[in-house]
């Protein structure tokens, strides 16, 4: 490597990575790059808040359950946001590019959110049973059944959740979701299947059990999406050069800077058995004690994917399709990359408005 210490490191270092795996140092190699690059474990600060008014229902240590309406009869729409990378945030980002605004906007009543909290250094040992479970007290406080709507990794959450709890799952929406990673690959999935499962366990040993957000950003990104990126991401309007859209792209870069880390025993889990077994989509997936099976799914679906998306391949998502058995799907292919699903102005005024009716249109489920 030729790059100063002070520099984040280029995706290009994959390869050398995978090379010092066939002599059995990679993790040690994982963490001596971090190490040199400065890439030191600590604690986020409070993340950035999202632009909708709100109450914590109830806080656990994994996660905080946001309410963004008094209760009204009829059921609840829990947002289940991706424990990844980025704050809840993803849903609730700015005035136009606001899901949580948006269905509320659109009649949907009883909007809550799964805030995940970062990962403290008492919480290493957390796996998916974990956050699962966390997810079902969080179901239980708002009274079952409710509509789930899973966004990106919070997608297989919701997934297993609704075929593992089938009475507690009105509908099911998931949007931008990697399910059967099978399907095609995509520029996520492609580099968790090349790379050597003890460089993912490195980066675990340099973030002493935990896998830390701000040094995976930093050593991932070379740089910080420009305005033209952001403007995509965000579907804009706004000419790009105006003082309104500088204060946009300042909100959006406040989001992508503050990270969470994740528990280690999390991470790796996510790893071995949604990217490189795909035990999910294969039949092998085990969630709080059971064999979870795609095919007694009953919740009726709807699956959202993005058309331009490199870090979830639409198949990867409609695959479900044929994994599901009696459960009906409904599809939408919208013109927009990832992040354009959850944020951006066009995706939440024609395809999240579309997701809004199918939620409030009786079905013969609902008898």
């Known amino acids: 490597m030729d790059q100063p210490p002070d520099q984040p490191l280029s995706p290009f270092a994959w390869p050398a990575f995978a090379a010092a795996s066939a002599t059995g140092f990679a993790a040690s190699l994982t963490t001596q790059l971090m190490a040199a690059t400065g890439l030191v474990p600590d604690d986020p600060e409070t993340p950035p808040p999202g632009t909708t008014p709100s109450r914590v229902l109830l806080e656990l240590e994994s996660v905080r359950l946001r309410s963004y309406d008094e209760p009204v009869p009829g059921p609840c729409a829990l947002l289940c946001t991706p424990f990844a990378l980025h704050s809840a945030a993803i849903a609730d980002l700015a005035n136009g590019h606001s899901l949580v605004a948006a269905l509320r906007v659109f009649g949907l009543a009883n909007v809550c959110l799964t805030d995940w909290r970062s990962a403290r250094r008492n919480m290493t040992e957390l796996g998916i049973d974990d956050y699962l479970a966390a997810l079902n007290v969080l179901v239980d406080k708002l009274g079952a059944p409710v509509d789930l709507i899973g966004l990106c990794q919070g997608g297989w959450l919701s997934l297993i959740y609704a075929a593992r709890f089938p009475a507690k799952v009105r509908r099911l929406v998931l949007a931008g979701a990697p399910v059967d990673l099978s399907a095609s690959p995509s520029r996520l999935s492609a580099l968790a299947q090349s790379t050597p499962s003890a460089v993912f366990r490195g980066f675990v040993i340099a973030g002493n059990g935990r896998l830390i957000g701000h040094a995976m950003q930093r050593f991932w990104r070379v740089n910080a999406p420009d305005l033209q990126a952001i403007h995509g991401h965000l579907q804009s309007n706004l000419p790009i050069d ?40 294969e039949g092998r997936f085990v969630a709080l004690g059971e064999l979870i099976d795609l095919a007694r799914l009953a919740a009726p679906l709807y699956l959202l994917a993005g058309g331009d998306d490199d870090v979830v391949a639409s198949s990867q998502l409609f695959a479900l399709e044929h994994l599901v058995g009696v459960a009906p799907v409904e599809t939408a292919l919208a013109a927009c990359g990832h992040l354009g699903l959850f944020m951006g102005a066009s995706t939440l005024a024609n395809e999240w408005h579309t997701i809004t009716r199918w939620l409030q249109t009786p079905q013969p489920s609902d008898r």
Do not use: H, M, Q
């Open 242 to 281: 105006s003082e309104d859209f500088a204060d946009l792209a300042t909100i959006y870069r406040r989001w992508d800077s503050w990270t969470l880390n994740l528990p280690g025993r999390y991470y790796l889990e996510v790893v071995e058995r949604l990217y490189k077994c795909n035990d999910l989509a």
